[in-house]
């Protein structure tokens, strides 16, 4: 196994985390900062609200983005299996 390729599986791993992390991880953090400023506005200080909001949201966005996910999370994994004779060598 050469550095580059070593290099490529690396970008490839974390170019397929960023695509399946980063949108899970941007709407928690986006609905958790609009509930708190929400909640600060009102004096409103329940943490099962933002928590609720937050797993709503994370459902909604894995009903509508789910397939794109696991698609790119299938690709990976083939190859990853496709590169194990050369990792191997």
């Known amino acids: 196994m050469t550095i580059e390729h ?21 709407v928690a953090a986006v609905i958790g900062t609009l509930i708190g400023v929400l909640q600060t506005a009102t004096q409103i200080n329940e943490p099962s609200i933002a928590y609720a909001a937050k797993v709503a949201g994370v459902v909604i966005l894995l009903l509508f983005a789910g397939p794109a ?13 496709t590169d194990v004779a050369r990792v191997v060598r």
């Open 6 to 26: 070593a290099l490529t599986l690396l970008f490839a791993f974390l170019q397929a985390g960023v695509v399946l992390i980063g949108p899970i991880l941007l």
């Open 69 to 81: 996910m696991i698609d790119k999370a299938l690709s990976y994994t083939r190859t990853c299996f």
